[in-house]
C-alpha cells in the first residue's frame, strides 16, 4: 500500500513536471508579438523608404533584420477609426468606430483572442479609442489587456498624465521616452513561462509637434528640400482639396508654429518659413521616436528575446508634409493612405526582404493571431499575410483594396470613399458629388485628374465595377452615411 502510495506520488511529480515542460516548450515556440505604432508618422519620413528628410537606422533596422513592405495601406487615414481596425479586424462601418467615437470595449478583440490563448497582454501610451470623458470614464477603456497603462486622448508630450489600470497619475519627463520605458518594464515583469503580447504605442509625431530639447536643437538649422507638389493649385481636381482648411500657408497656426512668422513675410516666403518650422519640429519627433525604438530593440536583444519575437512597426495612418500645400491626413491621395510597414521576426522571416504585396491595416490582426497559432475569426475582415513574411505571397493576394472616410468635421476633408488598385485610383467624393481619378504609373504625385477624360472612360467604368464590388464584399451599405456617433476627440 505504501508502495502504492509512493508509487502514484511520483507519477503525479512526472506528470507536473511534464506539464510545466509543456507549457514552458509552448511558450518559448509561441512567438512573443510587439506591436510598435506611432501617430501620424508619414512612410516618406523614414529613409528606409526614401526619405530625403530624415535618418531613422532603428527603425530601418526592423526591416532589414526582416521585411518592409512598399504598399502598405489603411482604410480609414484617421487615427481613431485606424485603432479601431487594428484592434477588430474589421472596417469602420462595421467595429463602429467610423469617427473619434469611443469603442465599444465589449465586441471581440485582438488581444482578447490572444490573452485567451495564454498571452500575456499589455497596451502602453496612446489608446485614443475612450477613456478621455470625465462624464463617461470607463467607455472605451482598454479591455482584454493584463496591463494597461495609456495617455488619456492625445496626451500631452511633456509631463504626461497617465491612466494605469485606472488610476490617473502625472508623471515627469517626456512622453516617448516614458512610454518606452514602461514597455521594457512590461516585459520585464511579465509572467515568464507565457509569451506576451505588447502594443507599445507612441503619440509622436502628432500635432502639435513639441520635440525634446536635444532633437529640436538637432533640426534647428536644418534647411528641408520642398516637396514637388507644394505649389499644386487643384487644376481640375474636385472641390474637396480647396475647400479643406489643412493648408500650410493658411492653417497651420501660431500653436502649431510656436512663434509668430517673422514681421513682413508674405505669401510665398511666409508659406516656405512655416514649411520650415513645421517640419524641423516633425521630424525631431521622429528622431526622437527613432531612438526609443532603437533602446527598445537593444533590450530584446540583451534579454535572449529578439530570436523569438514578432516585431511590427507602423503608423496609424499616413501624413501629408507639404505635398499640395497640406498637413495633417484624411484624403485618399498616397501621402495619406500609405503607412510605413517593417516586420521582424529572425526565426521565421528572412532578413533584407522587401514585398510589393498589397496589405491593409485590416489585416494586421489576422496575421497576429496566425502567427500565434490562434484561428482566425470568420467574421474579420482582414487576412494574414504570414505567408508574405514567410517569402511565398498567394496567388489570389489582393489586387484592388477599399477606402471609406466619413466626415467629422475636422479640417473640413470632404467624406469620401474609394478603390484603388496596383495601378488607378477612382475617390468618390459622395457629399458633393464628384469624382477623382488618378493613373499611379503616369502621375504618381496626383496632379491630374482623369475622370473626364475619353481616354480612360473605359477605366472609370471597370473602377466603378470593382468600387461596387468592395463595397458589399465588406458589407458597407451606408451604415454611418447619413448619422455618425458623438464627436468626441480628447
Not at 516585459?187 to 503619440?203: A, G, N, Q, S, V
Not at 513639441?210 to 536644418?222: G, L, S, T
Not at 508659406?271 to 531612438?291: E, F, G, I, P, T
Request: charged content about 25%; some cysteine; aromatic content about 12%.
Amino acid at each position: 500500500m505504501i508502495l502504492t502510495n509512493r508509487l502514484i506520488a511520483w507519477l503525479s511529480l512526472c506528470l507536473a513536471l511534464c506539464f510545466a515542460l509543456c507549457v514552458n516548450a509552448a511558450a518559448q515556440t509561441r512567438p512573443n508579438i510587439v506591436f510598435i505604432m506611432t501617430d501620424d508618422h508619414a512612410a516618406h519620413a523614414l529613409s528606409s523608404y526614401g526619405s530625403r528628410l530624415i535618418k531613422t537606422p532603428h527603425l530601418d533596422r526592423i526591416g532589414k533584420e526582416g521585411m518592409r513592405f512598399a504598399n502598405a495601406f489603411v482604410t480609414n487615414s484617421i487615427c481613431t477609426p485606424s485603432r479601431a481596425v487594428i484592434l477588430t479586424g474589421k472596417y469602420s462601418h462595421m467595429n463602429g468606430v467610423p469617427v473619434f467615437n469611443h469603442i465599444d470595449n465589449t465586441q471581440p478583440m485582438l488581444q482578447k483572442y490572444l490573452q485567451a490563448a495564454g498571452y500575456h497582454t499589455g497596451t502602453i501610451g496612446k489608446w485614443h479609442l475612450g477613456g478621455n470623458n470625465a462624464q463617461r470614464p470607463n467607455e472605451g477603456m482598454p479591455t482584454g489587456f493584463d496591463y494597461w497603462n495609456i495617455l488619456p486622448g492625445q496626451g500631452l508630450y511633456f509631463d504626461p498624465v497617465v491612466i494605469e489600470m485606472g488610476e490617473r497619475k502625472k508623471l515627469k519627463g517626456y512622453t516617448t521616452d516614458l512610454i518606452t520605458d514602461y514597455a521594457m518594464q512590461f516585459i520585464e515583469k511579465r509572467p515568464k513561462d507565457k509569451p506576451f503580447f505588447l502594443m507599445y504605442h507612441h503619440k509622436a509625431p502628432h500635432r502639435n509637434w513639441q520635440p525634446d530639447e536635444k532633437y529640436r536643437k538637432q533640426f534647428e538649422n536644418v534647411t528641408l528640400p520642398l516637396p514637388a507638389t507644394f505649389n499644386d493649385t487643384y487644376e481640375g481636381k474636385s472641390d474637396a482639396s480647396r475647400n479643406a482648411t489643412m493648408h500650410i500657408d493658411v492653417d497651420l497656426n501660431d500653436n502649431d508654429l510656436k512663434m509668430k512668422p517673422p514681421a513682413g513675410l508674405s505669401g510665398q516666403e511666409l508659406k516656405q518659413w512655416k514649411y520650415q518650422r513645421y517640419m524641423r519640429d516633425y521630424l525631431a519627433c521622429v528622431q526622437s521616436v527613432d531612438d526609443n525604438v532603437g533602446r527598445f530593440l537593444d533590450y530584446l536583444d540583451k534579454n535572449g528575446l529578439a530570436e523569438n519575437t514578432l516585431v511590427i512597426y507602423t503608423s496609424d495612418q499616413g501624413f501629408f508634409l507639404g505635398e499640395h500645400n497640406f498637413f495633417d491626413k484624411r484624403f485618399m491621395y498616397e501621402e495619406s493612405l500609405r503607412t510605413p510597414l517593417l516586420v521582424r521576426w529572425p526565426k521565421q522571416i528572412k532578413a533584407g526582404q522587401v514585398s510589393q504585396a498589397m496589405v491593409l491595416n485590416l489585416d494586421f490582426p489576422a496575421t497576429m493571431l496566425d502567427a500565434a497559432g490562434v484561428k482566425v475569426p470568420e467574421d474579420m475582415q482582414g487576412r494574414s499575410f504570414l505567408p508574405v513574411l514567410r517569402g511565398r505571397t498567394p496567388r489570389d493576394w489582393r489586387t484592388s483594396m477599399y477606402y471609406r472616410y466619413y466626415h467629422p468635421g475636422h479640417h473640413n476633408v470632404a467624406a469620401h470613399y474609394g478603390v484603388r488598385t496596383q495601378r488607378y485610383k477612382l475617390i468618390f467624393f459622395n457629399k458633393i458629388n464628384q469624382w477623382e481619378l488618378y493613373d499611379l504609373q503616369k502621375d504618381p504625385r496626383e496632379m491630374r485628374n482623369l475622370y473626364n477624360d475619353p481616354a480612360y472612360a473605359k477605366t472609370v467604368e471597370e473602377l466603378k465595377k470593382e468600387l461596387q464590388r468592395l463595397k458589399q464584399q465588406y458589407k458597407d451599405e451606408d451604415q454611418f452615411q447619413h448619422k455618425l456617433p458623438a464627436d468626441d476627440v480628447g
